[in-house]
C-alpha cells in the first residue's frame, strides 16, 4: 500500500472535494460511492456559492475562504460552471427593507459585498426583476455554480492525475483501523480498500454503517432535512443575479438582528413548509425555483403540488411575469448538525475521519471544509 493513499467514501460535493485537496497535497486517491453516480443532495440544490446568509465570524470566514477557492478551482475545471453573478434579496415591504439596511450598516457587510439598493437600482441591478418592490440587497460576494456539472467536472479534473481511482457502486458497510495504523473501508463486495487515512462524507446517509463508525452516527448531533425544488424551461431574458425574497432573511444567521422581529407576519405556507423564494438561471436559461425545509421524519414519498404552486406564485411575483412550463420537480435531503458547529466532523477512530452535517450550506462551503479536513490531518 502506497503510504500515502486516502481513501475517499461518498461521490458528492463534500467527498469529492476532499479527494480533488488530497490530490492537490500529493496523495493517492481511491473514491467510493455507493450509487452508479451521485444522485443525492450535490445534484438536488441551487448551485449558489451563498456568502450573504452565513453567520458573522467563523461561519463567513469560511464561506468567504470558499468563494475564493470555488474561483481558483474554475481556472482549473471551467465545466463547474463558476458564474461571480451575485444575488439579490428583493423588498415589498418597508420593515423588510428596514432589516436590509441594518445588515448593511453591519461591520462585516463590506466582507460581502453588500450595497442598499432602492427599487430602481434592483431593477438596473437585475432587469428581470420587475414586479412589486420597494428595494432589495446586492450581495456581489455571492456566486453559482452548476450542481449537474460540478462533480462530473472535478472528476474530470482528478482523473487527468495519475493518483485517482473512482468506484461507483460500492457501498461502504464498514471502516476498520488497520494493523499499520491507517484505515480500511470495507464495501458491499467485501473488497477492503486501505489507506493512511479513511475520510467519509456521507451526506444523509446517516444508518447503516457497522462498527464504531455506526455508533458514532447514532449518537451524533445531527438530522436530515426535505426540500421541494423545481426547473422550468429557459426563460427569455437573462436573470444577471440569483434572486431571494424577503422570507431568505427569517432562514439565514446573517440577518438575526433587531429588525428580524418588525418583519410582516409570515404565511401559513413560509410557516407550514419553512418556505422561502431561491430562484438561480442555469446556464442553459431554465430558472431553478425553491424550497422548503421538512425536519419531520418520516418524510413523505411524494411531493406535495401546493408547495410547487406557492413557489410559482412567488416567483412571478418578483419577475412580474408569468413562468415558463415547469419542466422538473424534485424533493432532497441533506444532514445538519443540530448544535452550534458549522458542520460535523469527528475521528471515532485513528486513521478515521467522519465529515457531514453542513445543512443547505453544503454546495457553498464544501471546498473550505475539505481544506480544513486536511489541514486538521497535516498536524
Excluded: K
Aim: with cysteine; net charge negative.
Amino acid at each position: 500500500m502506497d503510504a500515502e493513499r486516502a481513501v475517499i467514501v461518498g461521490g458528492g460535493v463534500l467527498g469529492t472535494m476532499h479527494a480533488l485537496e488530497a490530490c492537490r497535497r500529493g496523495w493517492e486517491v481511491v473514491h467510493l460511492e455507493a450509487d452508479a453516480g451521485p444522485r443525492r443532495a450535490s445534484v438536488r440544490n441551487f448551485g449558489l456559492v451563498w456568502v450573504s446568509g452565513r453567520a458573522a465570524g467563523a461561519e463567513l470566514d469560511l464561506a468567504v475562504r470558499a468563494r475564493e477557492l470555488w474561483e481558483q478551482i474554475a481556472g482549473h475545471s471551467p465545466a463547474v460552471g463558476f458564474r461571480p453573478d451575485g444575488s439579490v434579496t428583493v423588498a415589498r415591504h418597508a420593515s423588510e427593507l428596514d432589516l436590509m439596511a441594518e445588515v448593511a450598516a453591519q461591520p462585516d457587510a463590506e466582507r460581502r459585498g453588500f450595497e442598499l439598493l432602492d427599487a430602481d437600482g434592483v431593477r438596473a441591478a437585475n432587469p428581470s426583476i420587475r414586479g412589486e418592490l420597494v428595494g432589495g440587497l446586492l450581495c456581489r460576494q455571492d456566486a453559482i455554480v452548476e450542481p449537474g456539472h460540478v462533480l462530473g467536472a472535478l472528476r474530470t479534473t482528478l482523473g487527468a492525475t495519475d493518483r485517482y481511482t473512482w468506484l461507483p457502486r460500492r457501498q461502504v458497510v464498514d471502516v476498520e483501523t488497520s494493523a499499520r495504523g491507517g484505515a480500511v473501508a470495507i464495501d458491499h463486495t467485501g473488497d477492503r480498500h486501505e489507506g493512511s487515512v479513511a475520510i467519509l462524507c456521507i451526506g444523509d446517509r446517516l444508518t447503516g454503517l457497522g462498527g464504531r463508525v455506526g455508533a458514532t452516527l447514532a449518537a451524533a448531533p445531527l438530522r436530515r432535512c426535505r426540500l421541494h425544488m423545481m426547473q422550468t424551461a429557459p426563460l427569455d431574458a437573462r436573470l444577471t443575479t440569483a434572486v431571494a425574497d424577503a422570507d431568505s432573511m427569517r432562514y439565514y444567521p446573517a440577518f438575526d438582528l433587531a429588525g428580524r422581529a418588525e418583519l410582516p407576519t409570515p404565511t401559513a405556507s413560509t410557516t407550514e413548509w419553512g418556505m422561502q423564494l431561491l430562484m438561480v438561471q442555469r446556464a442553459a436559461g431554465g430558472l431553478t425555483v425553491g424550497d422548503t425545509h421538512d425536519y419531520d421524519e418520516p418524510f413523505d414519498f411524494a411531493v406535495d403540488e401546493r408547495v410547487y404552486d406557492d413557489l410559482a406564485a412567488r416567483a412571478e411575483a418578483v419577475l412580474g411575469r408569468p413562468l415558463p412550463p415547469i419542466a422538473r420537480r424534485w424533493a432532497g435531503v441533506y444532514s445538519a448538525v443540530t448544535d452550534d458547529r458549522i458542520y460535523y466532523r469527528h475521528s471515532p477512530d485513528p486513521g478515521v475521519v467522519v465529515v457531514t452535517g453542513p445543512a443547505g450550506r453544503g454546495m457553498t462551503l464544501s471546498p473550505a471544509i475539505a481544506e480544513e479536513t486536511w489541514e486538521d490531518l497535516s498536524r
